[in-house]
């Protein structure tokens, strides 16, 4: 049997879970191991390769470790932004870029963000954005190439370029945290004093108990208190257009408009220049506006997802500067 690793449950370093763990790209040699340090060295040395001996508790731990540190250190956050779709990616990096010094919880009902901008349209991998969203892919490095010397839009050439850029330059960012596979399936409120509501946070569960509320008793939620949400939870769907519902039902809005038909001009326009402060605490932008607003939808183009995450995220910093 291979020797047991030297950590054992017993001696595994209690303080280890204090020791603040700064990422870095260079590990610590393991004794007694080659330490190839590029897979070029790793070339050709397949007969003796091993990989450093673990424990299984030792993986668990480093898991649950942070996962559970990071649940407390966001159960008060500066804003949380519910849902991870490309209105939601956009604004995370906008205020995570303004302001470094804010604590940004993401919390996403997909194990995989990205919501919808994953594809361009039916299912094909180009992305559109009409112009002047490529503002925003050159701010983020993302090449596009445009259709001609006078169009009025860019092509992304895969719709995953776009969205794994933005997601990945978000979850570098040191003041950001998402917590996907997690649902909002609430708000937490307080009164304003004058008869309405003002939105202080969400109540979030496992987006797998959240779906099944109505076959098992008593799963109770867990909470993240912030004076500031954005709510980016896309058109009307099983998720969809969660908080602006939720704010119906609770009669803080009168009702929803409901998305329109299509119409690219219309709607883009309208995302964009609506992203706003719908009720004291609550910014609503991407899709989910057009169903407060009664917006047109404009298909497969996305250029308005992006705006309005830089909107969503102008509007958020002005509460903050207030
Ligand atoms: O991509 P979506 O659905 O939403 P947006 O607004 O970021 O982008 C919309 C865009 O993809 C389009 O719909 C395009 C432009 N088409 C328009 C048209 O005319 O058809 O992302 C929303 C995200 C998803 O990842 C959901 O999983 C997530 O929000 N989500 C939630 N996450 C946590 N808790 C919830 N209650 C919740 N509801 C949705």
Known sequence: MMDEPTTSPATAPASAAKTAIMPHTTSVPVKGHTNPQSIEDMAGAWKDFQFAPIRESQVSRAMTRRYFADLDKYAESDIVIIGAGSCGLSTAYCLAKARPDLKIAIIEAGVAPGGGAWLGGQL?????????????????????????????????????????????????????????????????????????????????????????????????????????????????????????KRLVSMQAIPSLGGMRGLDMNTAEDAIVKGTREICPGLIVGGMELSEVDGANRMGPTFGAMALSGVKAAEEALKVFEQ
Do not use: Y
Request: net charge negative; proline share 5%.
């Open 124 to 244: 094909f991998s180009a992305m559109i954005m009409r112009k002047p969203a490529d503002a925003f892919l050159r701010e983020l490095g993302v090449e596009f190439e445009d259709d001609g010397p006078d169009a009025n839009f860019v092509i992304v050439k895969h719709a995953a370029l776009f969205t794994s850029t933005v997601l990945s330059k978000v979850l570098q960012f040191p003041n950001v945290k998402l917590f996907n596979a997690t649902a909002v399936e609430d708000l937490i409120t307080r009164t304003d004093g004058k008869g309405g509501i003002r939105v202080a946070g969400v109540v979030t569960n496992w987006t797998l108990v959240t779906m099944h509320h109505d076959d098992q008793s008593c799963m109770d939620p867990n909470t993240i208190n912030a004076p500031l949400i954005v709510s980016t939870t896309g058109h009307d769907g099983p998720f969809g257009a969660f908080s602006v």
